[in-house]
C-alpha cells in the first residue's frame, strides 16, 4: 500500500502537463484494447480500398524516420569522432530506442495476427521488402536497449555489464547505423510495388535512396528540437553552440536530396506529374517548406547559431519535408481519381495520439530518474567493484 | 523468376466477356463450393446494377456492372471480377511470410495458418483483389484460390464448370492460341486485345471483350512484373549492410587511431611518456 501511496504522490508531483500526458497514454491504451475486442473494422476507417491508414503511414512510416536521431548522431560522434557533440547523444539513444518500441507496439496493432509474429522467422520470405524491415526494426529495437541500458546500469551501479556495454559501445553504434541504413531505405521500397497507385510525384526507383537521406537529416533535425525543449522545460544547458555544429551538416544533405528529387522527377518518372492539382499543392508544399526554406536557413549563419531560428528550421524540416512527405508518399498520394476519401476514425486518432504522448511522457520520466543528460567521460574508471551488485550505498534515491 | 519458367502448360482461364450472359452461375457456385459465408447486402451499393456490390471477404467473384458514357452514348456492360493469378504475383513477392504461393499448377494460394495480417498483398495487388476479414478481431486476407483442391484433383474450378458460355479452361499456352483464334475469325466482335496477356507480366486469367476495357472498370496495369521493382531496390540489401558498416567500422578506426597517436604525442611532449595516463 505504501509503495502505491507513493507512486501516487510522485506522480502528483508531476507537472500538469505531464500528468495530462497520462491522461492521454491511458486513453491510447483503452482505445487498444477495444481494437483487441471489437476487430480492425468496427474500430477503424479501413477496408478494402484503404488497407493502410494512419497508423501504418504514421505509426510505421513516419515514427520510423522521426527516430533516427540515434543512429546519425551515434555514428556523427564515435564514428567521425567528433566529440564535442557526446553531450547529446545519450538523450538521442532514449528518444531511438523510445520511438522504435512504440514503433512495434504500433504495428502490432495494427497487424491482424499479431500473435503470430514470429512466423516472420519461422516462413522468411527474402523478396518482401516488410520481411526485411520487420527483421530489422527488432534487431535494432535490441540494439537501441543495449544503447539505453548504460544509464540505467549506471544509475544501478551494476558495473560488470557496464563494463560490457562500454567495449560494444563502438560495435553497437557501427551495427545501428548499418542496419538503421536498411530499413530507412526499405520502408521506401514499400512503395516501390505500388506502381499503378502511387502518384508519379513520389513514384521513382529511387524513392528508397530518398527516404534513408531523408531519415538522415530529419534525425539531426529532432535533435536539434529535443535539446531545445531539453533546455526549455527539463532545466538543461542551452546547447545553441553544439546545436550549430549540427546545423552546418544538415543543408547538405538537404541539398543532395533536392538534387536527387529533381533527378527522379525528370528523368526516372514515367507518368504524368502534375494532372492533379491536390497532390502537386502538397508536393509544392512539402519541397518548398519542408526542403528549400530550412536549406536556405541552415546555409545562413546567422539563423544556424541563433536557438529560435534554428529551432524554426528544423521544425520546417520535420514538419513538412518529413511527416508530410511520409503522409504523402504512404497516403495522399496513394489516393486514386475519384476514390473515397480516407480519414483516421476516432479510435485510430486516440490510439495514434497516445503513442505520441507516451513517447514524450516517457522520455521526460527516463529523464526524471536516469543519468541521461550528465556528461560521462569515456575514462571514467569502473574497474574498482566487480559484480552485479550496487557499490556506494543507496545510489537509487527515496523517490522510486 | 517468370522468364525461366514454363507457362505453357498453367492451368489458364479465357473468359469471353462477349459470350457472358451476366448469369452469375460462376458467383453462386463459387460461394458454394468454397463454402463462404452469405453477406448482408443492399442493392444498388455498387457502381452497377448488381448485389452484392464487390468482392468482399465473403465473396470471391462477381460480375462486375457497369453503367457508362461511350461517345455521349449511355452503356451498360459486365465482367466477372476474380483474381488473375498473376504469372509473377505481386502478392507472392510482398508477403513477409510467405504465406501465398503461386502453385506449379498456375493458381495463387494463400496459407491462412501463415498470415500475420499486415495487408501488403492488398497494397501490392495491381487488380486489387485480396480483401481482409475487417469484421474478426483478429482477421485474416480472403481470395479467390483458383479452386487449387479442385484443380490438383483434375478437376476444373467450380466458376468455369458452372459457366454456361463464357468460360474455358485450360494450358495457358492453348488459352492464347484459342483467344487469338477468336480475334482473327472474327475481328469486328471483339477489341483487338487480351487482357492478361502481358498485364502486370502476364496473368492465368485472360479476357476477351466486345468494349474497351478500360471503360467497363478493367484497371491500366504495368506489362512488367510488379515483383522486379522492389527487388531492384532490395537486392543491394547486403551490399548496403556491409558498405555502411564495413565505411563506418573503417573511419572509426581512422579516427581513433588518429586520436591515440594526437593523444600520445601530447603525453611525450608534457613529458609523461613512462607515465600510465593513457587509457588505450
Redesign the interface.
Known sequence: MTAMKKIVSEIQSFHLFLRILIVLVTAGFFAAIARFTFGLGATTNLNDIYPWGLWISFDVVTSVPLAAGAFVLGAIVHCFHIKKLEPLVRPAIVTGFLGYSLVCIGLLLDLGQPQRGWHVFAYPNLHSPMFEVALCVMSYTTVALLEFLSPVCEKLGFHLPLRVLRTLELPLIVLGAAIATLHQSTIGTFFLIAVDKLHNLWYNPILPLLFWISAVFTGMCIIIIEAVMVHRYLNQPDETDLLATLARIIPWFLGIYLALKVFALFYLSERPLFDRPVLTALFTIEMVAGIIIPMIMFLQKRIRTDGVLQLRAAGLVVMFGLVLNRFNVSMFGMIQKNQQIYYPSAIESIVTIGIIAAHILFFAVVARYFPIFEHHSEDTDYAIADGFHRTKGPVVPEKV | MSTTRDLSNQRTFLIDLTKCTGCRGCQVACKQWNQMEAEKTSFFKGEGYQNPA???EYTLTTIQFKDYFHEGKNEFSFYKAMCMHCNDP?C????????FVKTPEGPVIYDTK???????C???C?F?IP???????????VKCTGCYSRVKEGLIPACAKACPTAIKYGGRQEMIDEAKRRLTANPGRYMNRIYGLEEAGGTSVLYLSAVPFDDIGF????R?P??S??????RF?PA??IT??GS??F??WL??R??KIRRDKEMKEAGHASQKGD?S
Open positions: 464487390t468482392l468482399s505481386a507472392v513477392s510482398v508477403c513477409p511470410v510467405s504465406a501463415k498470415c500475420i495480417g499486415c495487408r501488403f492488398m497494397i501490392a495491381p486489387g480483401r481482409y476479414q475487417w469484421s474478426k478481431a483478429l482477421p485474416l486476407v484497371r491500366n496495369v504495368t512488367r510488379l515483383p521493382r522492389t527487388w531492384a531496390a532490395l540489401v548496403a549492410f555502411m558498416g563506418l567500422a573511419i572509426s579516427t581513433h588518429k586520436e587509457r
